[in-house]
C-alpha cells in the first residue's frame, strides 16, 4: 500500500491505461478517420461496422494462438533437434493419429468462424425496412449521389457530383512543391480524403445506397461504415448503413478506375435528423421546375441546381 | 522415343555443343534449357523488382515526387505481369526442366524441340508487352487482372493480349511435357507413390496449368474482340456483363496463384528432410494435400469478389470453400515442423529459406484465412492488406522457395559450391528487409488506405516510408544473390561432391556434379533406400 493506493482504485487505474493503450493502438471508435500509426481496423460509426471489427479481431486472435503454438514447436524443434548438439535423427516417418488430429481440429475452429461470418453476411445483405435511399454514382474521377427518397416521400432533383476538394487536387499534382501536410480541417489532416461538397445523411436512420457507375468499375468505400460495395456500369448494387451518432467519415475509392482512382475520396456528413431535414429542404427550394423523372433512371437525366460546372461523362 | 533420340545424338553425347547460339538457342537439352528458364525468370525478377523501387520510391512520402499518375499504374500493372509471368512461372518450369528428369530417372524431357520452343516464346511476348511502355498511350494501365471497362480504355491492349497468348501456350507446352516426362518415362522402380514431393507437385501443377490458361486466352480474346470487333461480352451497354469477365479472369486466376505456390511446397519439402536427415512426416498426406489445394483452386474463384455484389448464397459457398483450404495447407504446414521434430537438423543457407518459408508464408495463410471472412473482406478488400497478404505468399512464399531451390541445388548445376557466408548474409539481409517491407503494409490496410494508389492522405505516411525503406533493403540484397550466384557458378574453387549436403536423398544426388549435358541414358537400376520416399508405405 506504500505505492499506488487502494487495489480497486489500482485495477481501474490500470484498466483505463490498458483502454487508453488500446485506443491509441487499435484507433478506437471515437477516431473517425484514419489515425498515424494505426494498427488495426477501426471499429468503425455504423451499426452494422462492428461486425467485419469483431470478425477481424477473432480471426487475428486465432491466428495469433495457432502461430504461437505452431511458431513454438519449430522454435522448439531447431534448438533441441540440431545436429551440433548431438541430436540423432528418429525413424519415424507418420502418425495417423496426430494427422486426424490437426485435420480435425482446424474442421472445429472454421466451422465456428464460418457460423459468425455468415450471420454478418445475413445482416449485410438485408437492406429492407431502410428509411432513405440515396444513389451513389462513379465517375472517373469523381462521385456522384442523388437523393432518391426519405422517409417514404420521393425526393426531386437534389443530387451533385462531389470531388476532390481544392487544396489537396493542387498539392497533389507532380512536384508541386506544395506540402501535404498543410491540407488540414480542423487540426487533421485531409489530404486526399475531402471533397468540394459530401454526403449529408441523418443519424439513426437506416440508409439504403444504391450503387452504379458511369464509365468504369469503381467501389466505394468507407471504412467507418464497414463495408465497400463495387460500382458496376449497367448493374445496380445496394448496400446499406444506419450512422447513430453525428461524425464525418471519409473514404477513398478503392477499385483502380484509372489515373486519377487515388484521387475521388469519399465524405460522409452524418447530421442530426432535424439538421438533415432543414438542409433537405433547402437543397430542395431552388427545384422549381415540374416534377422530373425520379427514382432509378439514368444519372444524367437528373439535372444538378447546384453544383459546380457538371462534366458528364459519357455514360 | 528416348531411344531413337539417344541414337541421334550419339556422336555428341559426352558435352554440349561448343557453338554458343547451337547451344543455347537451338538447345534441345533439358538442363540447358532449364538454364534458360532460370536466367530470364533472374532477369525478370530485377527487372520487376526496379518497376517496385519506382513504386515504394513515390510512395516513400506523400505528395506526387517522381512519377504521373498514369505512369504509376503502369508500373503496377506491368511490376504483376512480369513478377508473376516472368519471374516466378518460368523460374518453377526451369527447377521443373533440371531436375524433374533427374529425380525420375529419364534422359530428358519428353518432347524436347517443344521445351525449346515453349522457352523461346517467353522472351519475344516480353519484349512485345514491354515495348508498350515507349509506344504513344503508354503501356497496360489497367492493373494485372486487366479488368473491364477500364483494361479497354488502354491503347496496347492488343498487345498484351498477344504477349498473354504467347505466355499461356508456352506455360501450355511446359505442362504438357512435364506430364508426359513424369507419367511416361520414369526409370523402371519409380513408382507414382516413390516420386519426390517436388515431382508430384509439378505434375499436379503442370495439370492446373492445362486446365486454366485456356481459359485466360479466351478472357482475354473475349477483351480484343470487346475493342476492336464491336462484341459486347463485357459492355453493359450492349447486353453484356463486366464482372463476367471477372468470373472468368479469376477461375482462371485462383488456380494460377495455386500453379504459383504448389511447386514451392515441392521444393520445401525436399530441402526440409535434407537437413533435418529425416524423411518427410506424412508423404501420403502431403501428396494428398497438394491435390486436395489443387482440387479446391476450382471452387473459389468468387472470394476476389466479394465486394462486386454477388448474391448472398454465392458468398457464403465461395466464403466456406474457401476456408476449407486451410485444412489441407494446415496439415502441410504441421507435417514439416514434424518433419523437423525428432531430426538431427543443419542449417545451410537452403535450410534457412525453408525455415523463412515455413513461418512466413503461415503468415500469409493467416492474413488469407482473415480474408476469406466474407464481412472482414468487405473492410479488407483492394486494401493494402490485401496487398501484404498477396506479397507474403509470393514474395515469402514462392520467390523464397525458388531461391532455396536455387540455393539446394546450385552445386549440383554447377559443380562448385556457393559462398556460404554470403548466401547467409543474402538470407538474413532478405528475411528482415522483407518483413520491414510488407508487415506494416497490413496495416495500412486496415486503417484504410486503398491499394494501387500513387500518393495518399498523410495519416499513412510513416508506414509507407517505413515499408519504402524495407523495399529499397530488400532489393539491394537481391544484388548479394546476383553475387553469390555468378561467384559459385564461374568462380568458386571449392568443388561439389556428387551427393553434396550430407542428407540428400534421390536419383539426382547419384550423378556427378556438375550434372553432364546428358544422364541416364541407361535408365538406372534404382536402390529404394536411395529414394527420400523409397522405403515409405
Known sequence: MTSGGSRPERCKRVGTAIAAFAAILFGAAVQANPQPGQLNMPRGASEWSAVPYFLNNLALGVCVVIGVLVFGAMAIAMFRFRKSRGAVAEPWTHNTRLEIVWTTIPVIILAVLAYLATDGLTTFANTTGSQMTVKVTGYQWKWRYDYIDYMGKPINKVGFLSKLDRRSDDTRQLRSGMDPTAVTVDGYNTYLIDVDRPLVVPVGVKIRFVITAADVIHSWWVPQLGWKMDAIPGMINSAWTKIPAPGVFRGQCAELCGQDHAFMPIVVKAMPQAEFEQWLAAQQQPAAAPPASAATAAPAAIPTPVSPPVAVVGG | ?537
Not at chain 2, 89 to 112: R, S, T
Not at chain 2, 449 to 473: E, H, K, L, T
Not at chain 2, 504 to 527: Q, Y
Open chain 2, 1 to 537: 522415343m528416348a531411344h531413337a533420340v539417344t541414337q541421334a545424338h550419339h556422336d555428341d553425347h559426352h558435352g554440349a555443343p561448343q557453338n554458343f547460339f547451337q547451344r543455347w538457342c537451338m538447345s534441345t537439352n533439358h538442363k540447358d534449357i532449364g538454364t534458360l528458364y532460370l536466367v530470364f525468370a533472374l532477369i525478370a525478377f530485377f527487372l520487376g523488382g526496379s518497376f517496385a523501387m519506382l513504386i515504394r520510391a513515390e510512395l516513400f512520402q506523400p505528395g506526387m515526387q517522381l512519377v504521373q499518375p498514369y505512369f504509376f499504374n503502369e508500373l503496377t500493372t506491368l511490376h504483376g505481369l512480369i513478377m508473376i509471368f516472368g519471374a516466378i512461372m518460368p523460374a518453377f518450369v526451369g527447377l521443373g526442366n533440371w531436375m524433374i528428369p533427374l529425380m525420375v530417372g529419364a534422359p530428358d524431357m519428353a518432347l524436347p524441340r517443344m521445351n525449346n520452343l515453349s522457352f523461346w516464346l517467353l522472351p519475344f511476348a516480353f519484349v512485345l508487352l514491354l515495348s508498350t511502355m515507349f509506344m504513344p498511350g503508354g503501356g497496360p494501365a489497367g492493373g494485372w487482372t486487366m479488368y473491364p471497362p477500364l483494361s479497354l480504355q488502354g491503347a496496347s491492349l492488343a498487345y498484351m493480349v498477344f504477349a498473354v497468348h504467347l505466355m499461356g501456350i508456352s506455360s501450355i507446352m511446359g505442362a504438357i511435357n512435364i506430364i508426359a516426362t513424369i507419367l511416361n518415362m520414369r526409370a523402371p522402380g519409380m513408382d507414382l507413390l516413390k516420386m519426390p514431393v517436388f515431382v508430384w507437385s509439378w505434375l499436379i501443377t503442370a495439370f492446373l496449368l492445362i486446365a486454366v490458361m485456356p481459359v485466360l486466352a479466351g478472357a482475354v480474346t473475349m477483351l480484343l474482340t470487346d475493342k476492336y470487333f464491336g462484341t459486347n461480352f463485357f459492355n453493359a451497354a450492349g447486353g453484356g456483363d463486366p464482372v463476367l469477365f471477372q468470373h472468368i479472369f479469376w477461375f482462371f486466376g485462383h488456380p494460377e496463384v495455386y500453379i504459383m505456390i504448389l511447386p514451392a511446397f515441392g521444393i520445401i519439402s525436399e530441402v526440409i528432410p535434407t537437413f533435418a536427415r529425416k524423411p518427410i512426416f506424412g508423404y501420403k498426406a502431403m501428396v494428398f494435400a497438394i491435390a486436395s489445394i489443387a482440387f479446391l483452386s476450382f471452387i473459389v474463384w468468387a472470394h476476389h469478389m466479394f465486394a462486386v455484389g454477388l448474391p448472398m448464397g454465392a458468398e457464403i459457398f465461395f466464403m466456406y470453400a474457401t476456408m476449407l483450404i486451410a485444412v489441407p495447407t494446415g496439415v502441410k504446414v504441421f507435417n514439416w515442423v514434424s518433419t523437423m521434430w525428432g531430426g538431427s537438423m543443419t542449417f545451410e543457407t537452403p535450410m534457412l529459406w525453408a525455415i523463412a518459408f515455413v513461418i512466413l508464408f503461415t503468415i500469409g495463410g493467416f492474413s488469407g484465412l482473415m480474408l476469406a471472412l466474407a464481412p472482414a473482406d468487405f473492410q479488407y478488400h483492394d486494401s493494402y492488406f490485401v496487398v501484404a497478404h498477396f506479397h507474403y505468399v509470393l514474395v515469402t512464399g514462392a520467390a523464397f522457395a525458388i531461391i532455396a531451390g536455387v540455393y539446394y541445388w546450385l552445386p549440383k548445376w554447377c559443380g562448385r559450391m556457393y559462398s556460404e557466408t554470403w548466401g547467409k548474409v543474402h538470407f538474413w539481409s532478405s528475411v528482415i528487409s522483407v518483413n520491414v517491407l510488407f508487415f506494416p503494409q497490413h496495416f495500412l490496410g486496415l486503417a484504410g488506405m486503398p491499394r494501387r494508389i500513387p500518393d495518399y492522405n498523410v495519416a499513412f505516411a510513416n508506414f509507407n516510408m517505413v515499408s519504402s525503406i524495407g523495399g529499397f533493403w530488400f532489393g539491394a540484397s537481391q544484388l548479394v544473390f546476383l553475387g553469390v550466384i555468378i561467384h559459385a557458378v564461374f568462380l568458386s574453387k571449392k568443388k561439389a561432391t556428387d551427393r553434396v549436403w550430407e542428407g540428400a536423398r534421390g536419383l539426382e544426388w547419384t550423378v556427378p556434379s556438375p550434372a553432364p549435358h546428358h544422364t541416364f541414358e541407361v535408365p538406372p537400376v534404382i536402390d529404394d533406400h536411395d529414394l527420400a520416399h523409397g522405403n515409405i508405405h
